[in-house]
């Protein structure tokens, strides 16, 4: 066992208004099998390149060991017999480690990679998104491997997966980090609790706030208006005239004006110890999406219908009714054509030679909003992709600050976004959109936890149409009405 000590650890990008991490401290058991978790733009990548000695930073970073990091970037020089083991232990085919890579899935990649990765021994595994290619089987099968091993970080956004695998949770937050001896739905759990509570708190402390600043505003017209019947003493009147009135205007307007004063500092004090209290939540914001309605109840029908591409048949047999405000999972192994499916339902196919056969009805004048899992058609800022794509400009940047972006980042050429937030343009572009069927496949790829659970929300309270793929079991079991299985 090591203990990796981190010790007033601070870091931030070159340019960037705020540090990334600041004064942070906190011990790590290399034998934990650690959940490193939190929003887009936390820091957790970060994190895992400061433990590889990639960035210089302040503070102290003492006792970990020799890493190796997922992705790899060249497969390692493992024993064979080592790394057919490892595949062995997630079901995974042992022959693809002799298969050129280009030729492997993406579900494959993952696997051979893993295996290399734990037949290097020696050598602390950092492990970063390994779910993003693999279906729902390839994840049980890699969460029941790795919930094996002992001692690795790993950062993933599927909350089932992580659950399955994990024992300790570090989430990075908004002011810190918090380190749990527990799975990441009972740090979330518990996390729900404690805002629960802190949110009412700080209903309760901006309401005493704001009767602090509404009695400063009486004290200081009470004030205000001592001052002008002193002033009005003075004036060529009869009372004015009075030498003893005009005493006792003067020192009736000193006493209030100090009394104000006083009154002044300590309600100041007052509101900045309470606002000391209150507490730097996670914002909160939340989306809406609402689609057309297409007259046709049933806009689409499809009797065994037969996917096809360049001629090939990827899927037979296939038998699916959609009607007005489903929410449908497609589901199936890596392969069996899932994706083709949605790009043929979403016109989107003509271009990679798909094609179908079969009794299949469309309604005519249907209109589709896609999000697909390339996000390589993003091309220029946030704002000229609007415009290309139609949307209302000001609606689609409203909604991408709603989902963790900056005004800054809005003039940004979208290259220089992550792959997390690209997927969130390209699911914000969609809820700009008025669409009769909403065609999602993979969407929350490399999107956190947080944002998942609103878009999770959104959905669920819509009455859309939609027709998805995606391998997070929770976000699939809380949305999906039917489920059709290739």
């Given at each position: 066992?090591?203990?990796?000590?981190?010790?007033?650890?601070?870091?931030?990008?070159?340019g960037?208004?705020?540090?990334?991490?600041?004064h942070?401290?906190?011990?790590?058991?290399?034998?934990?099998?650690l959940?490193?978790?939190?929003?887009?733009?936390?820091?957790?990548?970060?994190?895992?390149?400061?433990?590889?000695?990639?960035?210089?930073?302040?503070?102290?970073?003492?006792?970990?060991?020799?890493?190796?990091?997922?992705?790899?970037?060249?497969?390692?020089?493992?024993e064979?017999?080592?790394?057919?083991k490892e595949?062995?232990?997630?079901?995974?085919?042992?022959?693809?480690?002799?298969?050129?890579?280009?030729?492997?899935?993406?579900?494959?990649?993952?696997?051979l990679?893993?295996?290399?990765?734990?037949?290097?021994?020696?050598?602390?595994p950092?492990?970063?998104?390994?779910?993003?290619?693999?279906?729902?089987?390839?994840?049980?099968?890699?969460?029941?491997?790795?919930?094996?091993?002992?001692?690795?970080?790993?950062?993933?956004h599927?909350?089932?997966?992580?659950?399955?695998?994990?024992?300790h949770?570090?989430?990075?937050?908004?002011?810190?980090?918090?380190?749990?001896?527990?799975?990441?739905s009972?740090?979330?759990?518990?996390?729900e609790?404690?805002?629960?509570?802190?949110?009412?708190?700080?209903?309760?402390?901006?309401?005493?706030?704001?009767?602090?600043?509404?009695?400063?505003?009486?004290?200081?017209?009470?004030?205000?208006?001592?001052?002008?019947?002193?002033?009005?003493s003075?004036?060529?009147?009869?009372?004015?005239?009075?030498?003893?009135?005009?005493?006792?205007?003067?020192?009736?307007?000193?006493?209030?004006?100090?009394?104000?004063?006083?009154?002044?500092?300590?309600?100041?004090?007052?509101?900045?110890?309470?606002?000391?209290?209150?507490?730097?939540?996670?914002?909160?914001e939340?989306?809406?999406?609402?689609?057309?309605?297409?007259?046709?109840k049933?806009?689409?029908?499809?009797?065994?219908?037969?996917?096809?591409?360049?001629?090939?048949?990827?899927?037979?047999?296939?038998?699916?009714?959609?009607?007005?405000?489903?929410?449908?999972?497609?589901?199936g192994?890596?392969?069996?054509?899932?994706?083709?499916?949605?790009?043929?339902?979403?016109?989107?196919?003509?271009?990679?030679?798909?094609?179908?056969?079969?009794?299949?009805?469309?309604?005519?004048?249907?209109?589709?909003?896609?999000?697909?899992?390339?996000?390589?058609?993003?091309?220029?800022?946030?704002?000229?992709?609007?415009?290309?794509?139609g949307?209302?400009?000001?609606?689609?940047?409203?909604?991408?600050?709603?989902?963790?972006?900056?005004?800054?980042?809005?003039?940004?050429?979208?290259?220089?976004?992550?792959?997390?937030?690209?997927?969130?343009?390209?699911?914000?572009?969609?809820?700009?959109e008025?669409?009769?069927?909403?065609?999602?496949?993979?969407?929350?790829?490399?999107?956190?936890?947080?944002?998942?659970?609103?878009?999770?929300?959104?959905?669920?309270?819509?009455?859309i149409?939609m027709?998805?793929?995606?391998?997070?079991?929770?976000?699939?079991?809380?949305?999906?009405?039917?489920?059709?299985?290739?």
């Amino acid at each position: 066992m090591a203990l990796i000590n981190i010790n007033d650890l601070s870091f931030g990008y070159d340019g960037s208004e705020e540090d990334v991490f600041s004064h942070l401290t906190l011990g790590i058991d290399t034998t934990w099998r650690l959940a490193l978790a939190g929003r887009n733009g936390r820091g957790k990548t970060t994190f895992l390149k400061i433990l590889k000695g990639e960035l210089s930073y302040s503070g102290t970073v003492t006792g970990v060991p020799e890493t190796i990091c997922f992705p790899l970037d060249d497969l390692t020089d493992a024993e064979d017999w080592k790394i057919r083991k490892e595949l062995n232990l997630m079901d995974a085919d042992p022959d693809i480690m002799w298969r050129p890579i280009e030729t492997l899935s993406g579900g494959e990649r993952t696997k051979l990679m893993l295996a290399h990765l734990f037949a290097s021994e020696g050598k602390y595994p950092l492990i970063d998104e390994p779910t993003n290619h693999l279906d729902r089987q390839g994840r049980e099968s890699v969460a029941k491997y790795l919930a094996q091993k002992d001692g690795f970080i790993m950062i993933s956004h599927d909350r089932s997966f992580l659950d399955r695998c994990t024992d300790h949770t570090l989430v990075i937050t908004k002011t810190g980090a918090e380190l749990t001896a527990s799975t990441f739905s009972v740090w979330w759990d518990n996390n729900e609790k404690l805002l629960s509570g802190q949110k009412v708190r700080n209903e309760q402390l901006k309401k005493e706030i704001s009767g602090i600043e509404d009695a400063v505003k009486k004290n200081a017209r009470w004030a205000s208006k001592a001052e002008a019947n002193k002033n009005r003493s003075k004036a060529p009147s009869k009372v004015a005239q009075n030498h003893w009135m005009r005493s006792y205007e003067a020192e009736k307007s000193r006493k209030l004006q100090s009394l104000a004063s006083n009154l002044q500092r300590r309600n100041e004090r007052k509101i900045e110890e309470k606002s000391s209290l209150l507490t730097n939540l996670e914002k909160e914001e939340k989306l809406k999406i609402t689609g057309s309605t297409h007259p046709n109840k049933t806009p689409i029908e499809l009797n065994d219908v037969t996917i096809k591409r360049d001629g090939l048949p990827i899927r037979s047999g296939i038998n699916l009714q959609v009607r007005q405000g489903l929410k449908i999972s497609v589901n199936g192994n890596n392969g069996c054509g899932k994706s083709t499916l949605l790009k043929y339902l979403a016109g989107k196919g003509e271009d990679e030679g798909i094609t179908a056969e079969g009794k299949i009805y469309t309604a005519p004048g249907i209109r589709f909003s896609y999000v697909g899992q390339d996000t390589s058609s993003l091309k220029g800022t946030i704002y000229e992709i609007a415009g290309r794509r139609g949307v209302d400009k000001t609606q689609l940047s409203t909604i991408l600050i709603k989902m963790g972006f900056t005004k800054q980042m809005l003039d940004r050429d979208v290259d220089g976004l992550s792959l997390g937030q690209k997927k969130i343009v390209m699911i914000a572009l969609s809820l700009c959109e008025q669409a009769d069927i909403y065609i999602w496949d993979e969407p929350l790829n490399y999107i956190d936890v947080y944002i998942r659970k609103e878009i999770e929300r959104l959905i669920g309270d819509s009455d859309i149409t939609m027709i998805f793929v995606e391998h997070d079991q929770a976000f699939t079991d809380n949305i999906a009405d039917e489920i059709l299985y290739l």
